[in-house]
């Protein structure tokens, strides 16, 4: 019968892992948690760098967000927001679309809701 095999971690190695994953654990409620406020804060790294900014685009009454599994933007700087959505909704629409400064423009797609998964926009044939 084959002896069994034993992985082995030295306890140096054992505890900087350790202690590095109570740093993290440590770290994430407070970007969990965070509070909203009127500063936006800015994410990223060098030329990657943005601002985040809390409640844009805002959905008009009575439409509320869903699971969103996809966006898109047209040549024009339009958002369009498609969600997975629940298929008991019919009445709401799946896919939302906002102007360049977050503002609700239109909404469709009632027959897409309980299934949506992606959106992509190209313009075809020229």
Do not use: C
């Not at 095999?5 to 350790?18: E, G, K, V």
Request: net charge negative; proline share 7%; aromatic share 10%.
């Amino acid at each position: 019968m084959p002896k069994p095999q034993t992985i082995s971690a030295s306890r140096r190695h054992f505890l900087a892992q350790a202690a590095g994953a109570a740093v993290l654990s440590a770290a994430t409620p407070a970007l969990v948690t965070a509070k909203q406020s009127d500063s936006r804060p800015v994410v990223g790294n060098g030329d990657l760098r943005y601002e985040a900014i809390h409640d844009w685009p805002q959905l008009p009454a009575p439409y509320r967000w869903q699971t969103t599994h996809g966006v898109a933007l047209d040549r024009d700087g339009f958002l369009y927001v498609i969600h997975e959505g629940q298929a008991e909704l019919r009445d709401h629409p799946a896919i939302f679309v906002f102007d360049p400064e977050g503002r609700y423009v239109r909404s469709f797609g009632q027959q897409f809701q309980g299934g949506g998964h992606g959106i992509e926009i190209r313009e075809e044939n020229g």
